[in-house]
């Protein structure tokens, strides 16, 4: 008598032994159709006689049961191995018929990693023979016992999880108290260096703005010239009242040649009609003919009308403030021009 079972897909009736499904469970793969299934369900004993078959054909077959052990066996450490785990070593009866595993290609096709095949499938109408009840159940308890060792080892796996995260971290030893007063006095150090720092950088660009609009500041606070003054003595440039030539006005002047001479001499009232001290402007003579052409024109520099007074420089200096009148009288020689007007203008340089 033999041990036999049937497949549920395609009813091909294939010999099996109670060891090889001992090693899975009970899972064996049909040859004929490829189809996975639980084995223990469908298992009988069948006639000597109806299992007449090559011999050639029981190898093949046991070592296709093998390879498919071996290949549940290889999934079953994988998924061990990823709980921190480590997989039982292979039986040697199973290690030493390794020799009949399937192809890489028939192995990566099986839906279930486990399974028995065999190369010829046994008469459809085989009648099952005696004693089916008794070791049917030797195999039915072999293999719960392989199924109950699965939930065992899903428990085992997820302790190790469980006692890898309550494990404690360990903390660093805390420095000595030396060592953090000296590293908070640096620190300190560094902060009140980078504040002074920081500090005389702003100076240093308020003095430079300072600098640059130091005409835009006289007008609005004309008593802070002593201070712009010095502050020009830093980056060497001058303090000089604002320029605004619309501010200025003429008010008088007059045109006059001096007897016995060549020479003219000329008059000229300049007023500041603006709120603010202004700097002392030059001023432009036009001289026209009878037919209003400009046959004559002429500028003097602050320097030029200031220099028969006994301080040019002061005079200068003190500016042209608001509400008061520049009177400026100068001489100047016009040879050969026959002048019949004049227009006297004031401006900035």
Known sequence: ?????????????????????????????????????????????????????????????????????????????????????????PPPAAA??????????EESAAAVPAGVSAEEPLPAGAPPGPGVAEDRGDVTEAVSGTMAEQPRARELAAEAAAADEAQPVAEQPAAPAFLREADAQKTRRRAVLFGIGALLLAIVLVAQLAAAFRAEILVRLPQARPALTGLCKI???????????????????????????SAFELTAVVRNRGNMTLALPAIELTLSDTLNRTVARKVFSPSDYLAGQSDPQGRLLAGLEAGADLTVRIAFEARGVNAAGFVVYPFYL
Request: aromatic share 4%; hydrophobic share 45%.
């Open 235 to 261: 980056f060497r440039c001058t303090v000089g009242w604002p320029a605004r030539g619309e501010l200025l006005a003429v008010v008088g002047s007059e045109l006059q040649a001096l007897p016995g001479t």
């Open 1 to 89: 008598m033999a041990l036999a079972t049937r497949c549920p897909n395609c009813h091909a009736l294939f010999r099996v032994a109670a060891d090889q499904l001992k090693l899975r469970g009970g899972l064996v793969r049909c040859g004929a159709c490829r189809h996975v299934f639980d084995a223990t369900g469908t298992l009988s004993y069948i006639d000597d006689a109806t299992l007449s078959a090559p011999a050639h054909s029981t190898a093949p077959a046991v070592g296709a049961v093998i390879a498919a052990i071996r290949k549940a066996e290889s999934t079953a450490s994988e998924s061990l191995s990823a709980h921190g785990l480590a997989p039982l070593p």
């Open 96 to 105: 030493h018929e390794a020799a009949d595993l399937l192809s890489p290609a």
